[in-house]
């Protein structure tokens, strides 16, 4: 049975490891190993550790970046590292970052942060057992969590 490795952090104003989990037991059967960092920053190796050491064949860093310059600066040190994680091992690490202030007032951030998280499971089953359903969606312009862009119209 393949194993899907669930990182978030404490940092993040929502529970995004649980509901990515709530997803995927939704849809599939797999084993899921989960660790809980304090900031984004920590998550680079505990993914890391999550393919190398508990055998994960795919991993979700879930984080939210917060409103202010230096969180932007933070976030995007995580996402290199996650990059680098993911070349080390050769295996995917889907980045479900949202921005703290991408959400108007608390209602729709929470609503974002549930919404795209969801979202980038499937993704992540996609991936993990059916990567021709992505083929199939390729230039559809998918969003996770608001509105679809929608593929260009000629
Ligand atoms: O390694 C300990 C911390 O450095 C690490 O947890 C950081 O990711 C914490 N952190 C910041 O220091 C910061 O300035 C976070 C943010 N901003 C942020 O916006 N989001 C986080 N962590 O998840
Ligand atoms: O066009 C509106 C948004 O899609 C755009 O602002 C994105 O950059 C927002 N966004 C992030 O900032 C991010 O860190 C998105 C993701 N991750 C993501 O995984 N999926 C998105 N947007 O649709």
């Given amino acids: 049975m393949p194993t899907i490795g669930i990182a978030d952090t404490t940092f993040a104003r ?12 939704k849809n599939v059967s797999v084993q899921i190993k989960r660790v809980t960092v304090p900031g984004i920053k920590d ?3 505990a993914a890391k550790k999550l393919i190398e050491a508990e055998g994960c064949d795919i991993v979700m860093a879930l984080g939210m970046p917060g409103a202010q310059q230096k969180d932007k600066m933070c976030a995007h040190e995580a996402s290199q590292g996650l990059i680098m994680a993911q070349l080390m091992t050769n295996t995917h690490i889907i980045e479900v ?3 703290e202030d991408e959400g108007k007032d608390e209602k729709e951030l929470a609503f974002l942060m549930d919404k795209r ?3 980038h499971a499937l993704n992540v089953i996609k991936l ?3 990567p021709e359903k992505l083929i199939r969606e390729a230039g559809t312009g998918q969003r996770q969590g608001f509105e679809d862009a929608g593929s260009l119209r000629m």
Avoid: C, S, W
Avoid at 14 to 25: K, L, P, S
């Fill in 14 to 25: 929502y529970n995004m490891g649980r509901a990515a989990i709530d997803e995927i037991q």
């Fill in 43 to 45: 998550l680079p190796v």
């Fill in 97 to 99: 970052f949202v921005h």
């Fill in 117 to 119: 998280t969801r979202e």
């Fill in 128 to 130: 993990l057992f059916k």
